[in-house]
């Protein structure tokens, strides 16, 4: 957990903020290397937008989607799996990751959002 300091006090803040619908809201963490819970069914919009230490993500199988802006600006991302359980990829979700030069989408999407890779090195067809 993280600690974040108020009116001189530290108080906890969650790595995953994930709602009662299993969306992942935001990843407050600052590891290298994330390994998404099992209790998580969809990636929010923004979850981790502008993440500066993120290098790879594990997603669990049954995430359903990835949000609008997801990993945008992830300059540093260089790995993930998409597994074939997600259905949706939201628009601008890969904005950005100037590292991510590889990105298997399943067959199983049905939804590749505007810009959905725009700013890398991706070609999607």
């Known amino acids: 957990m993280k600690k974040k300091k108020t ?3 530290n108080t906890e803040i969650p790595e995953f903020l994930i709602d009662d ?15 998404i819970p099992d209790t998580v069914t969809s990636i929010g919009d923004g ?3 502008n993440n500066k230490n993120l290098i790879s993500v594990t997603f669990p199988e049954g995430i359903n989607s990835i949000g609008h802006y997801a ?3 992830c300059r ?6 998409i597994p074939d359980s997600v259905k ?3 628009d601008y979700a890969f ?20 810009g959905a890779c725009n700013m890398t090195t991706i070609i999607l067809y």
């Open 7 to 9: 009116d001189g006090q």
């Open 21 to 35: 619908k299993g969306i992942l809201k935001k990843y407050n963490g600052t590891e290298l290397h994330v390994m």
């Open 47 to 49: 979850a981790f937008k």
């Open 71 to 73: 990993f945008s600006g």
């Open 76 to 81: 540093k991302l260089t790995s993930l799996v």
């Open 88 to 90: 949706s990829i939201g």
């Open 95 to 114: 904005k950005g990751c100037k590292c991510l030069s590889n990105l298997d989408v399943p067959n199983n999407v049905q939804r590749i959002g505007k």
